[in-house]
Each structure stands twice: as C-alpha cells, then as structure tokens.
C-alpha cells in the first residue's frame, strides 16, 4: 500500500485511512505527497 504525507499537518496518511475521498483525516487538508523511502545514488564517471 501507498503511505502519503500531508503537507499541512506532516501527518502519514496510509492509502487504507483515506478511503475514497482524498481528504486527510486529521486535518482536512487535500494535499499531499508521497516521502521518498530510498534514494539512488548515481556517480558519474
């Protein structure tokens, strides 16, 4: 499943807890995003 974070109150949101309405539960706020877990890095040569 897909965890998202709300850019007003900072809270992980689970795809579970949204339902189908992309609204935040703790906030109401409808916008969001999705954190990064790992990051690739590239070296060039």
Do not use: H
Request: charged content about 30%; some cysteine; hydrophobic content about 30%.
């Amino acid at each position: 499943m897909a965890e998202y974070k709300c850019f007003k109150c900072k809270e992980n949101i689970s795809e579970a807890n949204l339902k189908k309405r992309f609204v935040c539960p703790n906030c109401g706020s409808k916008v969001f995003y999705k954190p990064r877990t790992q990051v690739k890095v590239v070296s060039t040569d």
